[in-house]
């Protein structure tokens, strides 16, 4: 867990060099939304907000999508997209 307001201090006062991020409070929702950090704009800062892919239930979808989409071309032979 990181307290990203006194993370933006220690940065901004020089106590940290840098940070790279990967995990906020508040995610984008889909394509588009505005990624809203108040880490953003600072120098040495890297910041990677994710779409909630890694959930376990994000997972289970994409497994099982996968599975279909497999499954149709073992029937069809033609792959549904590249």
Do not use: C
């Amino acid at each position: 867990m990181v307290d990203h307001a006194a993370l933006r201090r220690a940065i901004e006062t020089g106590h940290i060099a840098g940070a790279a991020i990967d995990v906020f409070p508040a995610e984008p929702k889909g394509r588009g939304e505005e990624f809203v950090s108040e880490l953003r704009g600072l120098p040495n800062v890297i910041l990677t907000p994710h779409i909630g892919g890694s959930t376990e239930e994000a997972q289970q979808d994409i497994g099982e999508f996968v599975a279909g989409k497999l499954a149709d071309y073992i029937v069809s032979g033609t792959p549904p997209s590249a």
